[in-house]
């Protein structure tokens, strides 16, 4: 995971990191650093949904699929160079 999110992250791709789940996604095996950053464009509550081992495993994934249409949307909008 954390080889693939190095590659990723090196092209400009958001990352959405399921931190919760422990080893790369959160931060091991020198996984991306920005990527655990949350973006300004995305809420707080979702962003910590994100890294909750005690929340609900719906709600994480329904904050993961919320930010990804996010991400999804920028794009679509601003293009590749959107850093919002």
Known sequence: VALEARIIASRGARIVPMIRTGGASSGMFDFPQQALEK?????????????RKDARIVDSAKAAAEITALFVRQFTILGRDSHL
């Open 39 to 51: 973006p300004v464009c995305v809420k707080e509550h979702q962003w910590a949904l994100l890294a």
